[in-house]
């Protein structure tokens, strides 16, 4: 189950869970096969529910984009990964976790939007499945590789002593076709 303060936070949502009868309202989901991931993301999608990842950092945040593509309006820290998955307020939503209040707020903001209009949750939802779809798929992945490791071999060629003269010449020859003109200019 993880360590001892994780299990006091369970207790803690489990604990408000009965206090303020919100039974079939919240889940705390506990780790799931990775295999009924989607399916479950999907059920809760399915009945216009919503993703709170309630971490203080996330480091990439796939549980992120696997409730996002399921299409739950997902509520994510906004320190780490996140900050690059989530359009805030158009695909999600991101939160300052560092204190419980602050994703009460968040949350409260998130329900009175719903009830003040009646297609903001399939807006965001649809958002945020076209987000992952057409930024966190494996195309664009792959494209973001290959341009970092040529980014990184060019790197390493132009701080060889050859690779530095010819870096210069090649930033001459940019500078004198392409530049000059403009920089005249300015």
């Not at 209009?117 to 649809?126: F, L, M, R, V, Y």
């Not at 290959?146 to 530095?164: E, Q």
Request: aromatic share 12%; proline share 3%.
């Amino acid at each position: 189950m993880g360590t001892t303060a994780e299990r006091n936070e369970i207790i803690k949502v489990y604990d408000l869970i009965d206090r303020f009868d919100l039974h079939g309202k919240v889940r705390w989901l506990p780790s799931i096969n990775k295999l009924d991931t989607g399916e479950v993301y999907r059920i809760i999608a399915d009945r216009k529910g919503i993703f709170v990842q309630p971490a203080l950092f996330e480091a990439f945040g796939l549980t992120i984009i696997e409730a996002m593509v399921s299409g739950l309006p997902t509520f994510a820290p906004k320190f780490g990964g996140p900050l690059e998955i989530i359009e805030y307020g158009v695909s999600g939503f991101l939160l300052n976790t560092s204190k419980p209040e602050l994703i009460g707020h968040s949350l409260e903001n998130f329900i009175q939007m719903c009830q003040e209009n009646a297609d903001c949750w399939k807006e965001i939802s649809g958002n945020g499945i076209q987000r992952v779809h057409e930024h966190f798929n494996w195309q664009s992945y792959s494209r973001r590789l290959i341009n970092l490791t040529k980014l990184y071999g060019f790197w390493r060629y132009a701080v060889s002593g050859k690779g530095m003269l010819e870096l210069d010449r090649y930033s001459d020859l940019i500078y004198h076709f392409l530049l000059r003109e403009k920089a005249k200019k300015l």
